[in-house]
T-cell receptor, first 114, second 114 residues
Framework: GAVVSQHPSWVICKSGTSVKIECRSLDFQATTMFWYRQFPKQSLMLMATSNEGSKATYEQGVEKDKFLINHASLTLSTLTVTSAHPEDSSFYIC??????????FGDGTRLSIL | GENVEQHPSTLSVQEGDSAVIKCTYSDSASNYFPWYKQELGKRPQLIIDIRSNVGEKKDQRIAVTLNKTAKHFSLHITETQPEDSAVYFCAASDMNTGFQKLVFGTGTRLLVSP
């Protein structure tokens, strides 16, 4: 099946730090990438939809200035959590899809803000 | 927008029994329904999916049924094994938008006891 690589898998940092997470589709060109956040024992909540070369579409309630998304190529999207605070601690997961591929998820990034 | 409800939230079965998880969706435009399995701390993995032009799909011990009229779809796992224990998520999407935006159910924690 399709492979989506997400890096890093675990981040621990101080409050106020900005953190960048990378999502790569390794064996297909992803026209669309998605960023989700998952709190413990909860479902995946879509944060934003990212199309290559265009601005991301954010879900209601997600601050676009805090969660910066860049989708510079068909194989790479990045999520930057700016000035992270303890309440931003969560499991962040990306996924990649195309008209010919169902969504495949990355391994996720566990973000812990101290 | 689309709303997906999933039941039950937890399901305990004995090894060898069958397990059924049910989902309902609200948007009649939805035409793609994947099911994901997520083990603790890991990525959601696509286990089966169905499109609205099909009423049933089977893959070994896993089957999915879809009732478009009632806007119901269900996951059936037969001959359950302890390694089936995980959280299962249903999702719905309108593929005609071209973006594959998935709306997830709340998840079902399946526990298969030996």
């Amino acid at each position: 099946g399709a492979v989506v690589s997400q890096h890093p898998s675990w981040v621990i940092c101080k409050s106020g730090t900005s953190v960048k997470i990378e999502c790569r589709s390794l064996d297909f060109q992803a026209t669309t990438m998605f960023w989700y956040r998952q709190f413990p024992k909860q479902s995946l909540m879509l944060m934003a939809t990212s199309n290559e070369g265009s601005k991301a579409t954010y879900e209601q309630g997600v601050e676009k200035d805090k969660f910066l998304i860049n989708h510079a190529s068909l194989t790479l999207s990045t999520l930057t959590v700016t000035s992270a605070h303890p309440e931003d601690s969560s499991f962040y997961i990306c996924s990649a899809g195309s008209p010919d591929q169902p969504q495949h998820f990355g391994d996720g990034t566990r973000l812990s803000i101290l | 927008g689309e709303n997906v409800e999933q039941h039950p939230s937890t399901l305990s079965v004995q090894e060898g029994d069958s397990a059924v998880i049910k989902c309902t969706y609200s948007d009649s435009a939805s035409n793609y329904f994947p099911w994901y399995k997520q083990e603790l701390g890991k990525r959601p993995q696509l286990i089966i999916d169905i499109r609205s032009n099909v009423g049933e799909k089977k893959d070994q011990r896993i089957a999915v049924t879809l009732n478009k009229t009632a806007k119901h779809f269900s996951l059936h796992i037969t001959e359950t094994q302890p390694e089936d224990s995980a959280v299962y998520f249903c999702a719905a999407s309108d593929m005609n938008t071209g973006f594959q935006k998935l709306v997830f159910g709340t998840g079902t924690r399946l526990l298969v006891s030996p």
